[in-house]
């Protein structure tokens, strides 16, 4: 490996000017695949395409689109329920499904007017007999009075003849005396062949209002049900739009419950008429981007609205949601890289005493472009996991940088201000030191690729060629920046001290390390145990929607909505047969639905196709005959219809709603639960699809394979240790500092009451990255200087107050590229940059601690002479 790195360093010296073009030409190229990069979100982030899961939520997608979007309309009952807001209302809805991936809309409106467009028309009519004879008679009242008179001839045509009689009699008896004189007269003129008819009419002119009144209400009760129910018919095909109706008529529909709003209606209009819902449909496979375009086109079609200045607007769900997320995503990542950059350049001016400082983190941003360019030419895209690679890389970069850097200065004052000497001599020891442990801890990064979590996987390859990239840009580009600089210069160039406060520091602290190996391993021991015991105690948590800023109008909406219309979040469940209309499967999905809700707590409600109809049908049973059902379907409107059943009736969708407080880790217990309740007949298949239920996968998905990780990963870096070193003891001494760490981590996380995240989750890969190279480098050092002849004791001084001052500056530098996450407003970007800028603080102590005190402990001492 040095003949490899002295042959590198003779072709930096010599071709210094042709590297930086090639790279610039590279660079430039990676520039181009910037603008390809795709951020993703949804499902495939969480759950693998193949995967079965993912297979049986697209057949759902496929069938009933994608995710939904509310509108919220709030304000004063008496001003929501009128005319001119329904007017609104409708105007709105269609200007929304203009919207491109909007597939469809659904409102109170909508579905009354559904109701009475159908072939049977109907409307909610409330429960008690009080309630619908009223609505009944304002009904009436709405239409003119043509109509009316043609609905009243056409009941008189269906009266039997004791109704008939019946009603002239009670008729008659409602005539004042001098109506009844009035009548006489008339009806005597009429001649011997007077007909009925005009007999009914002269009466009929001589009521009154009132009267007139009194004989519609006594003749509706001697109507039979089914009279009733053709004259309400009759009654309702007459009525005007919903929008049209006045704001009376909208009132007593809308509250014709005993004041409160039928059941088909609560859905839609909740809190006595405070809230009014509009739903919104999304095509299938809609992605961020699709969602960010939906997102501002329904804020600036809420801005262009007409609503009453005291009636409120917002939109809601996950689409809205996660369109708010994509810009915070780009804004989020412009602001790391900002403070990322100005504190790095703080702590390089402030504890590493070289010249031109900052170099190392120029290069960086370099190696950025090559990254996040990779990423748009192979397709890796931006998710909350990814993102996050963005002050990782920064840091290790520099790390990089800091290490080359300070053993230029360092060979640049031995070899008396050599140029030459000084690049190949660095070349030469610090390329294979770095160049191992940037090889060990990529390998550790790519032990996610055991993840079952796509984005945890694309974690883990970002970060693997985001520190190669740096490697090889910083080695090519720091040493040929170097050369081409400092090659003229004939005099010594200005001396940098390097017995610095650091230095010196550092060398004390070897000598008190070397004076208690045991006590520092024995404390060590026992922290890094109580941390492994606390970690299954540690919930891992997934939900999205508490992962992203908590301050984005679209979440605090959704929120708001949910507190007033309860919670929004489903488990649903795919049921496919042949027809799930057939009376047997809709039989078990009643069934089945009303066993999940009375045995778990948490479900709040289900929604289904038998439930569907109960709710239609005012929650009256109905008997699972084949000619009832089909009955009932025809009397549901289509809207609501192919919400629950598929235009193939071989699917249905059973809905559970959940407890929006439920925790994600007790979400996913309670759908497996439900889950083994599935037993269904011969013929019924049932599976848990959605977004949300993808979403639960990923709690398993995420923290799935974690010890297998952890452990693969010491494995690699065990081998690649031994393999480097062909002695057991070294790579053994540089392998235990890292597993210390990594009961310190869990044991942080149970200290700061910290849950596992997608991110925190990675932890693991990262500490052995981080901590490997540490090690390596202080391995490297301490061989180097054993070769030369000097004691352990002395070597591990001399390696310390060396290269444990560039450690501890690249360490800082690590440290303040992942504390850049504490500023950004993503909790799961702050939760991770906290446990990281800690673990990375135990990786450097641990190699400048237990790394020289298990030297020192297991070093060969030599016999006294007698």
């Known amino acids: 490996m040095d003949k490899l790195f002295t042959k590198f360093g003779d072709f930096i010296l010599r071709h210094s000017k042709f590297t930086i073009i090639v790279i610039t030409i590279l660079t430039v190229f990676f520039s181009f695949g910037i603008p390809k990069i795709e951020m993703q979100m949804g499902n495939n982030v969480f759950v693998n395409q193949a995967s079965d899961e993912f297979k049986r939520t697209a057949t759902y997608e496929e069938q009933f689109g994608g995710e939904s979007i509310f509108v919220m309309i709030s304000g004063d009952p008496q001003i929501l329920i009128s005319q001119k807001t329904s007017q609104e ?94 009548l006489s007269a008339k009806v005597a003129g009429l001649g011997e062949k007077q007909k009925v ?217 031995i070899s008396n201000y050599s140029v030459t000497a000084a690049i190949s001599n660095s070349i030469k020891h610090m390329g294979p030191s770095v160049g191992i442990a940037v090889f060990i801890m990529a390998l550790s990064f790519l032990t996610m690729f055991l993840s079952k979590a796509p984005m945890m996987q694309q974690f883990g390859i970002t970060l693997a060629i985001g520190v190669i990239f740096c490697y090889v840009i910083e080695i090519c580009l720091l040493f040929s920046a170097f050369h081409v600089l400092d090659h003229k210069h004939t005099k010594p160039m200005k001396s940098v001290n390097d017995r610095t406060w650091l230095s010196r520091f550092l060398e004390k602290y070897t000598h008190w390390v070397s004076k208690l190996p ?86 709040e409600g289900v929604a289904s196709l038998p439930q569907l109809l109960l709710q239609m049908n005012g929650n009256r049973e109905i008997a699972y005959d084949k000619k009832e059902l089909s009955d009932l379907l ?48 011969d013929g019924i298949q049932v599976s848990p699809v959605g977004t949300q239920v993808m979403m639960l996968h990923g709690i398993d998905n995420v923290s799935a394979n974690h010890n297998l990780i952890t452990i693969t990963g010491l494995v690699v870096i065990f081998l690649g240790l031994l393999l480097v070193y062909r002695r057991l003891k070294y790579a053994l001494y540089s392998l235990i500092p890292i597993v210390l760490v990594l009961g310190f981590s869990p044991g942080t996380l149970y200290v700061f009451d910290l849950s596992y995240n997608p991110l925190t989750l990675a932890l693991s890969c990262l500490v052995l990255g981080i901590g490997t190279e540490f090690t390596i480098l202080i391995m490297e050092r301490y061989r180097e200087e054993k070769l030369k002849g000097l004691s352990t004791k002395e070597a591990i001084t001399v390696s310390l107050s060396k290269v444990g001052q560039a450690i501890t500056v690249s360490g800082l530098t690590v440290m303040i590229g992942f504390s850049t996450l504490l500023f950004v407003s993503f909790p799961v970007l702050r939760s991770f940059g906290i446990t990281t800028v800690i673990d990375t603080l135990y990786s450097l102590i641990c190699a400048m601690t237990i790394l020289p005190a298990i030297i020192i402990l297991f070093r060969k001492k030599k016999r006294s002479k007698r």
């Open 197 to 413: 008819e005009q007999q009914n009419a002269v009466l009929h002119g001589l009521l009154t209002k009132q009267q007139n009144d009194a004989i519609a209400t006594y003749a509706q009760g001697l109507l039979t049900p089914q009279q009733q129910a053709v004259m309400a018919s009759q009654v309702i095909q007459a009525l005007p739009a919903v929008q049209d109706m006045d704001d009376n008529l909208l009132h007593q529909i809308v509250f014709s419950d005993k004041g409160k709003t039928p059941s088909q209606l609560t859905p839609m209009v909740s809190d006595h008429g405070k809230h009014i819902l509009i739903i919104l449909n999304t095509s299938k496979n809609t992605d961020i981007g699709t969602y960010a375009r939906i997102n501002r086109e329904i804020n600036q079609l809420i801005e262009s609205s007409n609503f009453d200045s005291k009636i409120t607007v917002r939109a809601g769900g996950m689409p809205i949601v996660l369109g708010e997320v994509k810009d915070e995503v780009m804004s989020t990542m412009a602001i790391m890289l900002a403070i990322a950059v100005v504190l790095m350049i703080v702590v390089l001016f402030l504890v590493f005493p070289v010249r031109r400082r900052v170099m190392s983190l120029a290069f960086v941003l370099i190696g950025l472009i090559w990254t996040f360019g990779f990423m748009g030419w192979t397709g890796l895209p931006i998710t909350i996991a990814t993102m996050a690679t963005l002050p990782i890389i920064i840091g290790l970069g520099t790390d990089f940088g800091v290490q080359f850097h300070n053993r230029y200065e360092e060979e640049l004052k």
């Open 89 to 182: 209302i409708v105007r709105f809805a269609q200007k929304a499904v203009q919207i491109k991936d909007i597939t469809g809309s659904m409102h109170y409106i909508s579905l009354l007017n559904e109701m009475l467009s159908m072939e049977h028309p109907s409307l909610p009519l409330g429960n008690d007999g009080a309630s619908r004879s009223e609505l009944f008679h304002s009904l009436s009242s709405a239409l003119s009075e043509q109509e009316q008179q043609a609905i009243q001839q056409s009941m008189m045509k269906n009266l039997t003849d004791q109704q008939r009689t019946d009603l002239q009699n009670y008729t008659l008896s409602q005539l004042t005396k001098n109506q009844q004189q009035q």
């Open 518 to 603: 045991v006590p520092i391993l024995i404390v060590a021991l026992i922290l890094s145990v109580i941390g492994f015991s606390t970690e299954p105690s540690i919930p891992t948590e997934t939900n999205l929607m508490k992962m992203i800023p908590q301050n984005m109008k679209g979440l605090k909406d959704t929120n708001s909505l949910q507190e007033v219309v309860g919670s929004t979040n489903y488990i649903t469940y795919l049921v496919e047969a042949n027809d799930v209309t057939d009376p047997d499967t809709m039989n078990w999905m009643n069934r089945f639905g009303s066993k999940i809700v009375t045995q778990f707590k948490d479900v």
């Open 634 to 681: 025809k009397q549901l409107p289509p809207s609501l219809l192919k919400s629950v059943i598929s235009a193939n009736k071989h699917y249905a969708t059973i809905q559970f709603k959940v407890n929006k407080d439920l925790a994600s880790a007790h979400q996913l217990a309670l759908m497996n639960a439900i889950t083994q309740q599935t037993s269904a007949s």
